[in-house]
């Protein structure tokens, strides 16, 4: 029997166990993929803690994953354009990638190009689609600066990218041991922490335009301290500081589509844009995964290899 994690309760890191499951059984339009990669991502891990129940409560045994990377090993009847064999990256959106089997909507899939290694393709969906968001959300485009905060982080570090190739300038806020990366990447970099606010205004004499808050524990004020109006400020973690100030709070939603995964494999593909893999597991050390997850100082994404 496959293996999968799965959580009876809500709790800590440690409520989360890989267990022998059922071979998942496959409607009409779903394929079957056998994992190669998976990511993980921090709403997860507030899933599992109980901690966003009334937005999105999970139902016992729950699993766990979007984001995967595989190859097809069963189509559904329904399905037409996919084949046994075929390499494919997606996502589901049944709490379910974290496992060697998965059962897949076939229109959640795209073919992964042979320039993009698995880890990565496993690691892309809900990082990338979010970071395409956060471009879109603050308008950013030529002449513009954005702040971004979090910016080695695993949206972070394809937000920052993204906002380059829209042709903004882009300070990175990050620890120094992530500075060099970004530099590498066109963005300019900045620590975060004791008197943030006087570095930026000391490097934009002209002001920012933008900013994207990745990382939450007052960012959002720090940008309307600088000056940012309200709609062009996006936070993908401070709800509680979005309702109170009424900047945007735009996730993935938006951008949650095969168009959009497909198009970041391609850009991936031709060297446009560099996601970082900060760590992988074996799925049987999930927990370990998540804790070095809940670090907040890794660059790039952790993933979990079935």
């Known amino acids: 029997m496959p293996l999968a994690v799965r959580f009876d309760e809500y709790g800590d890191i440690d409520v989360l166990e890989v267990r022998e499951v059922p071979r998942p059984q496959l409607a009409a339009d779903e394929v079957l993929v056998r994992v190669r990669a998976a990511g993980i991502n921090p709403g997860e891990n507030l899933i599992r803690s109980g901690a966003l129940h009334e937005r999105w409560p999970a ?41 060697e089997l998965v059962a897949v909507p076939a229109s959640n899939l795209v073919p992964r190009e042979p320039a993009v290694p698995w880890q990565v393709g496993g690691a892309l969906f809900v990082a990338g689609t979010t970071a395409y968001a956060n471009v879109r ?5 030529p002449g513009d600066t954005v702040v971004v905060s979090g910016a080695a982080g695993g949206v972070g570090s394809l937000t920052v990218q993204l906002l380059r190739h829209a042709g903004a300038t882009v300070i990175g806020l990050a620890s120094e041991s992530h500075h060099s990366w970004l530099r590498e990447h066109g963005v300019v970099p900045m620590t975060y922490g004791d008197n943030v606010l006087g570095r930026i205004r000391t490097a934009t004499p ?37 309702a109170r100030t ?11 589509n095969a168009g959009v995964l497909a198009e970041l494999v391609k850009l991936v593909a031709a060297g446009g844009l560099d996601v970082p893999i900060a760590a992988s597991y074996p799925l049987t050390e999930v927990c370990a995964a998540y804790r070095d997850l809940m670090r907040r100082h890794t660059r790039g994404k952790i993933v979990l290899v079935p």
Do not use: C
């Open 59 to 99: 139902t016992f045994p729950s699993g766990q994953g979007s984001d995967l990377a595989g190859v097809v090993e069963e189509t559904g009847s329904a399905v037409r354009g996919w084949s046994v064999g075929d390499e494919v990256i997606g996502w589901v959106d049944t709490r379910a990638s974290h496992a």
């Open 137 to 141: 959300a603050v308008g950013a485009g």
């Open 206 to 242: 002209e002001g920012v335009d933008a900013f994207v808050d990745t990382f939450g524990e007052g960012y959002v004020d720090l940008a309307l301290q600088l000056g940012v109006a309200k709609d062009r400020i996006n936070t993908i973690i401070d709800f509680a500081g979005a």
């Open 246 to 256: 009424g900047v945007r709070s735009e996730g993935m939603a938006g951008s949650a």
